[in-house]
Structure formats: structure tokens, C-alpha cells
């Protein structure tokens, strides 16, 4: 999927860096700015933007407010939303878990559009965008700042815009053989302790119940097995 960014009249150029960071971390170079403040290669916004100074910063687009909305599907950040559909500039709303969900059946580039760091998007430009998305925060403080907010969003649609991570493959479950070989051992555990007999059927349910929400991976069973046959080696002798 196709996704771009656009900032909107940012009134700090190490907001707009601090983005086209996070968009460099989350697999997005596209990066559109509506009025953006003055960002010198030398200054503030080249200065937080990371490596995506190289790219995203000096091929960023300056666009106006119109280009975005007539050529994209448009998702725009707020931190207060209307509760109801009486008012419905502001509503309804997805936060960017659901949008991240939202977004896989829309035939379209997306646009996320984030507003300036005090008042954020008016009304009138709420108006005419396709969705709302906002953050759920503290009910006593909603408001985060521009480049925390944009970050937050770019994480969430990690899956639509990331092929690959650095972090390895955490699903090494056991193979179900040897997990129940490690529920044969735990029986004989049991024994070997003379645990009561009539309580030893509800122990291995109990057990069964706890390794199968672990999903352990198969060094963790060889270990727990490991450990049962050493006890009862030690209960032999």
C-alpha cells in the first residue's frame, strides 16, 4: 500500500525531522508539507530527521491543503473528538490499531494528515477529509506533541508498510511431540513425589493448561524436561 504523510503549517522544523524520522523507521518516504516553516539542510528539522535527512527530507513535496484531499484517501490525527454523531466533524473516529485494520480493504493511496502542534486541524479541514483517527490518551491530558503523535500512528500501521523488521522470528513453539513428552515426564514427576493419586489428574490439567498458554519453544521444554529427570534421578537414588 501506498501511504504518504502531510504535515500541516508545522510551526517547528524539528517537528517535521522528528517525523520523517519516524516515517524512515516505519517504512514510509513519501512526505508532503502544507506551509511548512523555513527547514535549513543545517538547522533543526535535517538535525532530528536521522538518516532519512538523505531522502525523505530534501525530496519532501510541498503541496497545498486541496491537492491532498482531491488525490488521496485522507486520514486525518485529532486529539478531541466529538462523542456522538450529533457533531460529526469529529466523529466517528478510529484509533490506529482499527485504522491499521480499516486501511487494508481501501483501493486507493492513503494520505495521514497531521495538523499544527497547538490547534492541530480546524474544523473546516476536518470537513474534508475520509476518516478520523485519534489516539486514546489520559482523559486529563490527550494532547501529545506533533512528532510523538505522528510515530504512535506510523507504528500502528507497521504491518501495511513493513516487509521485514529487525527483530528475529519469535515463534519457535516445540513441536507437539515433544511437549507432550514433556507432560509424560511431569506425571512421572508427580509420582516420584507421591503426589496424592486422586490429585494428580487436576496437577496435569493445571500444568497442561499453564504450558499451553507459554507456547514454550523447544529449548524450554528440553530444559523443564531436563529438570524433571534430574529430580526424579535424585528421588532414586
Known amino acids: 500500500m501506498n501511504?504518504?504523510?502531510a504535515v500541516v503549517d508545522a510551526q517547528t522544523p524539528g517537528n517535521v525531522g522528528t517525523i520523517a524520522?519516524?516515517?524512515?523507521?516505519?517504512?514510509?518516504s513519501d512526505l508532503?508539507?502544507?506551509?511548512?516553516?523555513?527547514?535549513?539542510?543545517d538547522g533543526e528539522a535535517y538535525g532530528y530527521a536521522g538518516q532519512a535527512r538523505d531522502d525523505i527530507m530534501p525530496s519532501a513535496d510541498v503541496v497545498t491543503f486541496e491537492e491532498i484531499v482531491n488525490n488521496y484517501h485522507t486520514v486525518a490525527t485529532t486529539a478531541i473528538t466529538n462523542e456522538d454523531?450529533?457533531?460529526h466533524v469529529r466523529y466517528p473516529f478510529v484509533t490506529p490499531r482499527e485504522l491499521a485494520d480499516e486501511l487494508q480493504?481501501?483501493?486507493s493511496d492513503v494520505c495521514l494528515v497531521f495538523g499544527r502542534?497547538?490547534?492541530?486541524l480546524s474544523n473546516e479541514e476536518l470537513a474534508e477529509v475520509d476518516q478520523i483517527c485519534s489516539i486514546p490518551a489520559s482523559e486529563d491530558y490527550p494532547v501529545l506533541n506533533l512528532?510523538?503523535?505522528?510515530?504512535?500512528?506510523l507504528y500502528e500501521l507497521r504491518a501495511l508498510t513493513v516487509e521485514e523488521t529487525q527483530l528475529p522470528d519469535i515463534t519457535d513453539r516445540a513441536d507437539q511431540p515433544a511437549i507432550e513428552g514433556l507432560h509424560d515426564?511431569?506425571?512421572g514427576f508427580l509420582a516420584a513425589i507421591d503426589h496424592p493419586e486422586e490429585k494428580r489428574a487436576k496437577a496435569g490439567r493445571l500444568f497442561r493448561r499453564v504450558i499451553g498458554r507459554a507456547h514454550p519453544t523447544g529449548r524450554e521444554v528440553r530444559t523443564l524436561r531436563g529438570l524433571f529427570r534430574r529430580v526424579e534421578q535424585k528421588l532414586e537414588d
Not at 524520522?21 to 514510509?28: D, S, V
Not at 508532503?32 to 539542510?41: A, F, G, I, T, Y
Not at 502542534?117 to 492541530?120: A, C, K, N, R, T
Open 21 to 28: 524520522r519516524a516515517m524512515k523507521n516505519f517504512g514510509l
Open 32 to 41: 508532503k508539507l502544507v506551509d511548512p516553516p523555513e527547514l535549513d539542510p
Open 185 to 187: 515426564q511431569f506425571e
Open 105 to 107: 480493504g481501501i483501493d
Open 85 to 87: 454523531a450529533t457533531k
Open 3 to 5: 501511504v504518504s504523510v
Open 117 to 120: 502542534e497547538d490547534v492541530g
Open 147 to 153: 512528532g510523538q503523535a505522528a510515530t504512535i500512528v
